[in-house]
């Protein structure tokens, strides 16, 4: 049961982990705080960390009733979310789009803004559509959602607080990662942080195809086509 547990929580963590991409964050980050001591920095970087976890935290509680508000589906959830992450991650393995690329316009209000935590940091760079997409499948399927294991509880509250504690621990991660980032770029090398950023396109690529292929199966089930 405690292996069960773990797997299922290391799938859930892989996929956030993979989306949010923290490591993408350095080269945006130092840019952004090029002109901020160490101090100010670390102080940035707790504060989106949080800010990070309080937003997927409020779609992984709100997920559901998100979806009954609109009258969204589960299968077209399941499809559309898939296609966001799938697109996420096929960019960031190409290389055709920087993720965490900015606006000019973004850049320039970034630079006059005296506390840039929330926004650009928190949202959307760290917090963005495909991050969002993913708690929210999940916190639909809870425990239909299938990594390597499937979740073996009725109890679906288990599920949620596992989806949350790895939330939490992708933030304390990020924030890890952002405050050590002027560290980890010359270690590193733009070559280095390229190749990470193709792997996690990979795996994200792959997260995306799995939802989409669940809301076709569930489609085709709900029609009787599959049994």
């Not at 396109?201 to 195809?209: N, Y």
């Not at 809301?215 to 009787?224: R, V």
């Amino acid at each position: 049961m405690k292996e069960e547990l773990f797997t299922y929580l290391l799938g859930v963590f892989t996929t956030i982990f993979s989306v949010v991409n923290p490591l993408g964050m350095i080269p945006v980050f130092l840019s952004l705080t090029a002109n901020d001591d160490s101090k100010y920095r670390a102080l940035l970087a707790k504060k989106s960390s949080i800010y990070m976890i309080l937003i997927l935290s409020f779609f992984l509680m709100l997920g559901n009733f998100i979806m009954d508000f609109f009258g969204i589906s589960l299968i077209s959830l399941r499809i559309a979310g898939g296609i966001i992450v799938l697109r996420s991650g096929f960019d960031l393995l190409n290389n055709t789009k920087n993720k965490r690329a900015i606006s000019r316009q973004l850049e320039a209000e970034a630079i006059v803004k005296q506390d840039i935590s929330l926004t650009p940091l928190a949202m959307p760079l760290l917090s963005g559509p495909g991050s969002i997409a993913a708690i929210v499948s999940m916190a639909s399927r809870k425990i239909d959602f299938r990594f390597r294991s499937t979740l073996p509880m009725s109890d679906a509250n288990i599920a949620i607080v596992l989806i949350l504690v790895a939330i939490v621990a992708c933030g304390i991660i990020s924030y890890l990662i952002m405050r050590s980032s002027a560290k980890i770029l010359p270690l590193l090398g733009t070559a280095g942080l390229e190749a990470i950023s193709k792997i996690m396109g990979f795996i994200t690529m792959t997260v995306g195809v799995q939802f989409i292929l669940n809301g076709i199966t569930g489609y085709l089930s709900k029609y009787h086509f599959i049994h």
